[in-house]
């Protein structure tokens, strides 16, 4: 990267520019997010120069910033909500390097593909869910009231109870933060300067009227020049956090996974989940030791990092040094900024969460995708939020399971003259002393065999029905696959018939030839895939004719010489 920028000095430049603007957007939303956490801005701003520099250090991705994300802070506010204000910032540090140990572990056990296992109906109804809960949240700081509540939507409604209560100058503010927020976003200039602009206006104008009654970061904490000496977090507090841990590590893995995959690197590559991974857990526990908050992959900061120019790593490391320098000479001027600022900037983010597109796109796919959206956003509101994610998880998988097990279709092939074969409707009934061809198709796991027997056609009053099963493309059986064949080819059997599978790959050999299990009571005759599609299916059916022309007993097998030899070889008697 340094041989990179002495070559070239105009990336310099361009990762200053986007250094400087990611400073200018990550700085204010450090401290927002610190305070959905319930704790000081600072600790908001400490992270965003401690664990930013050791996730862009120790992550592959170029552009990713890590950094805190309001989904994050929301789950890590209502985990700490049971405590006092010692208690939260204590089980604060000790969260953050949980986090961050989980997050080793998801890269050694190689998980960085997490998202694939939570579906987007389930990440839209848990971001939405959140973003409703951090706008309900910021209305005390919004309007300079207090509401009394240990939920947030019990809160609110005391809020709603008491509208009296109202700051109006402190409600101004956070009007007029919005509205410029909303406003210069509009304007290509002052895009990514606009959080930045309506708090120093805003909070300016706060001072400048001498408006006692506004609430200031000042008021919350005082905010101490410099950046704290390393302290080890209090390991005794462990056990009451890891499963909170553990849900935050989940949701910044699924977070970052998705931005891993979506920002590709500048030569087009994709990043290295599993590394990112890592770069983020060394982060989270080194962000532990200086007071910070957990974090992971920020979409929102990435975009502005890649909108901005960035070239290399260099400018995220810009952008947390510009922070530091915030935090080590201007802490005064922090110490001014106003709540109500702050809790327009965070309401205006939230809305960024609640999109309509996405809300509409997983209503008008199926049922199961809006079941999954709306039990997740109703789980959001309701529970605290690190449950929440269980379920969001537990729903995902859950819907994964059901969903393939139904995916499992079985079709009739009929040959044809010119060797070709036509698909049909599965008969109501086997024919007599005639091979019926049935292909399965999809994933033979143990939910998905119960649905395939309900759809194998029954014996029931057939003469030597013979069926040949062609199962071409699965990979995999199970114990539970087995013993449906099994007990189907015993079925046919009893009805003089018998049952020969076709397309056979060589993971499902491996495992009918390590149990044996096919081989009891009567071995099944098997035709393994070969390169040539087909070509399996067509000697099954010249040895099922051959079978039923030769007046075979059921379980009795043929010698298969008549089949070419090269093709014969590949057949076989489990």
Not at 208 to 218: E, K, M, N, P
Not at 238 to 256: D, F, G, K, N
Not at 431 to 447: H, K, M, Q, T, W
């Amino acid at each position: 990267m340094i041989r990179l920028v002495k070559q070239h000095p105009q990336i310099l430049v361009k990762d200053l520019i986007a250094g400087a603007t990611g400073a200018a957007v990550g700085a204010p939303q450090a401290m927002g997010f610190a305070l959905i956490a319930g704790v000081s801005p600072i600790y908001g701003l400490y992270t965003a120069v401690v664990a930013t520099i050791v996730g862009t250090l120790a992550g592959s991705s170029v552009y990713m910033t890590v950094a805190p994300t309001n989904a994050l802070a929301l789950v890590v506010g209502s985990t700490l909500l049971p405590f006092d204000q010692i208690g939260q910032i204590e089980r604060l540090f000790v969260l953050t390097l949980l986090v961050g140990l989980f997050q080793l572990l998801f890269a050694a056990l190689r998980m960085g593909s997490l998202t694939r296992f939570v579906s987007n109906a389930v990440m839209t109804g848990f971001i939405t869910g959140a973003g409703l809960l951090i706008i309900l949240g910021q209305i005390d700081n919004l309007t300079g009231t207090s509401s009394q509540g240990d939920m947030v939507l019990l809160r609110f409604y005391n809020w709603l109870s008491n509208p009296h209560h109202i700051d109006l100058p402190t409600l101004f503010i956070g009007a007029a933060t919005i509205i410029m927020i909303f406003s210069m976003q509009r304007l290509p200039r002052f895009r990514y300067m606009a959080s930045l602009l309506a708090l120093v206006v805003t909070s300016g104008l706060v001072w400048l009227l001498d408006w006692q009654s506004v609430a200031t970061v000042g008021d919350i904490s005082t905010i101490v020049p410099g950046l704290p000496l390393p302290v080890l977090p209090n390991l005794a507090l462990i056990p009451e956090l890891v499963l909170a841990a553990l849900a935050v590590a989940v949701l910044a893995a699924v977070q970052s996974a998705a931005i891993s995959s979506s920002v590709p690197q500048p030569d087009g590559t994709t990043p290295k989940a599993n590394r990112d991974l890592f770069g983020q857990g060394l982060a989270n526990i080194v962000a532990s030791v200086f007071q910070g908050m957990p974090t992971c992959g920020s979409l929102v900061r990435t975009a502005v990092n890649v909108s901005a120019g960035a070239q290399t790593k260099l400018a995220n490391l810009l952008s947390a040094l510009l922070i530091a320098i915030v935090v080590i000479g201007l802490s005064s001027l922090v110490e001014q900024v106003a709540m109500p600022a702050l809790a327009g900037l965070l309401i205006v983010a939230a809305i960024s969460l609640i999109r309509r597109e996405s809300l509409r796109l997983v209503w008008r796919v199926n049922w199961s995708a809006r079941v999954a959206m709306i039990i997740t956003f109703v789980s959001a509101l309701v529970l605290p939020l690190e449950y929440s994610i269980y379920v969001g998880v537990a729903l995902s998988l859950g819907l994964y399971v059901y969903s393939s097990s139904q995916m499992i279709t079985l079709t009739r092939l009929v040959p044809l003259p010119n060797g070709h074969f036509l698909e049909a409707p599965i008969p109501s009934r086997l024919p007599d002393d005639e091979p019926v061809i049935l292909c399965a198709r999809g994933s033979l796991y143990f939910a998905a065999v119960h649905r395939l027997e309900e759809l194998m056609p029954l014996p029931r009053d057939s003469r030597r029905p013979v069926v040949i099963l062609r199962m071409r493309g699965n990979q995999y059986l199970g114990s539970t696959g087995i013993r449906f064949l099994r007990h189907y080819a015993a079925q046919l059997r009893s009805h003089g018939g018998d049952l020969i599978l076709s397309g056979i790959s060589d993971k499902v050999r491996a495992e009918i030839e390590r149990t044996g299990a096919l081989g009891e009571p009567g071995p099944i005759q098997i035709f393994y895939a070969e390169h040539e599609i087909f070509h399996a299916t067509e000697d099954a059916l010249a040895y099922a004719r051959r079978w039923l022309n030769n007046g075979a007993h059921a379980g009795e097998k043929l010698e298969i010489h008549a089949i070419p030899t090269e093709r014969a070889s590949r057949s076989t008697s489990a």
